[in-house]
């Protein structure tokens, strides 16, 4: 047998191998994308020569030359840098050790099962979304949100099935954190909650009013009792199943620092959408309307 015929039978071996179920369930195989035709790389020449000197007369250049006045700041207020990095690597290996394991477990339960589970707990959290709504004096989201709670709870069997989607009401939900932020109030200092990860002085505040909010309406007594001490941990799995993030994923040794500051640019970001909403009546298009 010739080395060709020979290296042909091999690669015909392993792929059965694969097909046959040996291989992980995470495996696959991935395309390199084609390369850049030549045209789109003179263009390319052509912008940035354009940046550097000025767009010839009678042409415009699409968009506009980024400023230093463009780039955000990466100083972010963290008065508790050190018991935050300490919090954050706890996180990490809990996060290994035990909510992945857990998680990967969970995501193998039927799909109908999984999306029952996470149409169940967003139910819930209509109640939360209809009070803040309120307090935000948004009285638009509020009734769309209370809308979905009754049509869920009803039609939608308990909540578990999202029938107000289908009915055009969309999932769009809101905390205490984004009502404080509708007054006014500033993010604060940035914060890791054990367990929950970045958050900030105010958005911290806002998740414990919402769940205090929980538990004082307890609506079918689902939070107090052996309910509570079984969906509180169930909720927090399907968060985290549903959650792309992984630790320390970047291999980058500033991971702290970016996340710290990604996090705090959204929350500006979205803070600034409700400014524009409360001054025009808009919603920012980068931002969902729910915050």
Same mark, same amino acid.
């Given at each position: 047998?010739?080395?060709?015929?020979?290296?042909?039978?091999?690669?015909?071996?392993?792929?059965?191998?694969?097909?046959?179920?040996?291989?992980?369930?995470?495996?696959?195989?991935?395309?390199?994308?084609?390369?850049?035709?030549?045209?789109?790389?003179?263009?390319?020449?052509?912008?940035?020569?354009?940046?550097?000197?000025?767009?010839?007369?009678?042409?415009?250049?699409?968009?506009?030359?980024?400023?230093?006045?463009?780039?955000?700041?990466?100083?972010?207020?963290?008065?508790?840098?050190?018991?935050?990095?300490?919090?954050?690597?706890?996180?990490?290996?809990?996060?290994?050790?035990?909510?992945?394991?857990?998680?990967?477990?969970?995501?193998?339960?039927?799909?109908?099962?999984?999306?029952?589970?996470?149409?169940?707990?967003?139910?819930?959290?209509?109640?939360?979304?209809?009070?803040?709504?309120?307090?935000?004096?948004?009285?638009? #989201? =509020? $009734?769309?949100?209370?809308?979905?709670?009754?049509?869920? *709870? @009803?039609?939608?069997? %308990?909540?578990? &099935?999202?029938?107000?989607?289908?009915?055009?009401?969309?999932?769009?939900?809101?905390?205490?954190?984004?009502?404080?932020?509708?007054?006014?109030?500033? #993010? =604060? $200092?940035?914060?890791?909650?054990?367990?929950?990860?970045? *958050? @900030?002085?105010?958005? %911290?505040?806002? &998740?414990?009013?919402?769940?205090?909010?929980?538990?004082?309406?307890?609506?079918?007594?689902?939070?107090?009792?052996?309910?509570?001490?079984?969906?509180? #941990?169930?909720?927090?799995?399907?968060?985290?199943?549903?959650?792309?993030?992984?630790?320390?994923?970047?291999?980058?040794?500033?991971?702290?620092?970016?996340?710290?500051?990604?996090?705090?640019?959204?929350?500006?970001?979205?803070?600034?959408?409700?400014?524009?909403?409360?001054?025009?009546?808009?919603?920012?298009?980068?931002?969902?309307?729910?915050?």
């Amino acid at each position: 047998m010739s080395a060709a015929r020979l290296s042909a039978a091999m690669l015909l071996l392993c792929v059965a191998v694969l097909e046959g179920g040996c291989a992980t369930r995470d495996f696959s195989i991935r395309t390199l994308p084609a390369e850049t035709p030549a045209a789109d790389n003179a263009a390319a020449i052509k912008n940035v020569s354009a940046m550097r000197t000025g767009p010839p007369p009678g042409t415009e250049l699409p968009g506009r030359p980024i400023t230093a006045a463009d780039v955000p700041s990466m100083d972010t207020y963290d008065p508790w840098e050190r018991i935050n990095r300490s919090t954050y690597r706890f996180n990490a290996h809990f996060d290994e050790l035990v909510f992945l394991p857990v998680a990967d477990d969970y995501r193998r339960l039927p799909g109908p099962i999984q999306a029952g589970v996470h149409n169940f707990f967003a139910n819930l959290s209509e109640v939360v979304s209809v009070i803040n709504y309120m307090v935000q004096l948004r009285p638009a #989201p =509020g $009734a769309r949100s209370l809308g979905r709670f009754v049509i869920n *709870s @009803t039609i939608g069997i %308990g909540g578990l &099935f999202d029938v107000a989607t289908h009915f055009k009401l969309p999932l769009a939900p809101t905390g205490f954190g984004a009502t404080l932020a509708r007054w006014g109030v500033h #993010p =604060g $200092a940035y914060l890791v909650i054990p367990l929950l990860g970045p *958050s @900030t002085m105010r958005d %911290g505040s806002g &998740f414990v009013a919402d769940f205090a909010t929980n538990y004082a309406i307890n609506i079918l007594d689902l939070y107090r009792g052996e309910a509570g001490w079984i969906l509180t #941990p169930l909720n927090a799995i399907d968060i985290r199943a549903n959650t792309s993030f992984r630790y320390y994923s970047t291999g980058s040794p500033f991971e702290y620092e970016t996340v710290r500051f990604l996090y705090v640019r959204k929350t500006l970001i979205e803070d600034e959408a409700l400014r524009l909403w409360h001054r025009t009546g808009e919603t920012h298009p980068n931002v969902p309307a729910g915050r």
